[in-house]
């Protein structure tokens, strides 16, 4: 067990940090003072960012982190294999982080972090949500992709069960490398959820998907992809659980089964313009009542 530590960090859920202690010159060649408000996550390697929002959100809902081995970004020029725990602290909602250097003596206890993202489930998918919408201030979507042939609402007898569950694997594949940090997940069969950068357009995506059932002979009309995405700025500042929950419902409701009068299926809604109508119909009543008493 590690009885001295290099590092100890203050963060919240968005892995802010509030406070820090420790040697964060000599390791990652910032002065204490410069710390407060940079996101940890910035520190971990890429490709192990994924594993350690989901530690966060594991975490988040009560569980503990033990000793964990984690690749930091340092000053020096490769990154560098640190130990951490985290452990709550008396403040609502934060945790001290702490981290310990390279130390052959702890190796074998620790349990090395993922390298590669995986889908979460719903629960750990919307506390990822959270930490990350609030670090990204907004600036990332949450986007719905659908395959009536995954699903099983469509049959093709040019498509075998082989077939399908290869498209499956390449589809998860796709939406794990195009999701911020690997932050997806799967509410049914056939659909995923992710939260994506909204600098990369839908757009780039729908092709990935469609290039990969192309390699594997299955058309367009057969594949019956469905895409819908929702910035999460439409829905203020303050992205809690809850508020997450709510969207995730709706644009998976909106692309599930909806058909017009005459069976034909309808194109998902989006679930912020029931209130930026009602909003707009309110606006518009007002302007009427102060007309008239003018």
């Not at 034909?264 to 009427?288: Q, V």
Request: hydrophobic share 45%; charged share 30%.
């Amino acid at each position: 067990m590690i009885d001295t530590w290099d590092l100890s960090l203050l963060i919240d859920h968005s892995t802010r940090i509030h406070d820090a202690r420790g040697m964060s010159a000599q390791h990652f060649g910032v002065a204490l003072r410069d710390l407060a408000e940079r996101a940890f996550i910035d520190f971990v390697v890429p490709e192990q960012r994924a594993a350690f929002r989901r530690c966060m959100a594991r975490i988040s809902g009560g569980r503990e982190m033990g000793l964990t081995a984690v690749r930091l970004l340092t000053c020096e020029p490769e990154p560098r294999q640190f130990y951490m725990i985290a452990k709550r602290s008396h403040e609502p909602e934060r945790w001290w982080l702490l981290i310990a250097a390279d130390n052959a003596n702890t190796a074998a206890s620790a349990e090395q972090m993922a390298l590669a993202p995986i889908l979460t489930d719903n629960v750990e998918f919307i506390a990822m949500v959270e930490g990350a919408a609030d670090q990204m201030d907004g600036r990332v979507d949450m986007m719905r992709v659908a395959s009536s042939l995954l699903a099983g609402k469509k049959r093709s007898s040019r498509t075998s069960p082989e077939t399908r569950e290869k498209l499956e694997t390449k589809f998860t594949r796709i939406v794990l490398d195009n999701a911020f940090d690997g932050i997806a997940t799967r509410p049914g069969p056939g659909e995923y959820l992710m939260l994506k950068d909204r600098e990369k357009p839908e757009g780039v995506i729908v092709r990935q998907l469609e290039a990969a059932a192309e390699e594997l002979a299955v058309s367009r009309a057969d594949l019956g992809l469905e895409t819908a995405t929702i910035g999460l700025a439409k829905f203020g500042r303050d992205i809690g659980a809850a508020k997450i929950a709510r969207v995730m419902g709706e644009l998976v409701a909106d692309g599930r089964d909806r058909k017009d009068d005459w069976g034909e299926k309808l194109p998902p809604r989006k679930p912020w313009l029931k209130p930026a109508l009602a909003a707009g119909i309110c606006a518009i009543a007002l302007l009427g009542v102060v007309l008239l008493l003018g």
